[in-house]
Nanobody, 122 residues
Framework: QVQLAESGGGLVQAGGSLRLSCAAS????????MAWFRQVPGKEREFVAR????????NYADSVKGRFTISRDNAKNTLYLQMNSLQPEDTALYYC???????????????WGQGTQVTVAS
């Protein structure tokens, strides 16, 4: 089992950058595929990016490709999301998730953080 805690959200102007972190408890972080999702009130949770256990594979939603970068440091039990060229449509509650399979579907992830709010002002 793993517990996740996101941080790094905030208010930023359009075109700005933020770096989200997701700290994981326990000794098994490296055994999980990890992902970032985001959700806007009234809408379904949306896949943003994923990374395999050893960080050999990454994948992004088309809406963030070329602007966001997912990474992980297994020695520090931490997942990151570097977000550049932020736009108002990136405004959402961002969640990190851990699962046994490298997947884009939220139902395949077993553990979730509480989320961190990202707000991009135009």
């Amino acid at each position: 089992q793993v517990q996740l805690a996101e941080s790094g959200g905030g208010l930023v102007q359009a075109g700005g950058s933020l770096r989200l972190s997701c700290a994981a408890s326990g000794r098994t972080f490296s055994t999980y595929a990890m992902a970032w999702f985001r959700q806007v009130p009234g809408k379904e949770r949306e896949f943003v990016a994923r990374i395999s256990r050893g960080a050999f594979s990454t994948n992004y939603a088309d809406s963030v490709k070329g602007r966001f970068t997912i990474s992980r440091d297994n020695a520090k039990n931490t997942l990151y999301l570097q977000m550049n060229s932020l736009q108002p449509e990136d405004t959402a509650l961002y969640y990190c998730a851990a699962g046994s399979s490298y997947n884009t579907l939220d139902r395949n992830y077993d553990y979730w953080g509480q989320g961190t709010q990202v707000t991009v002002a135009s």
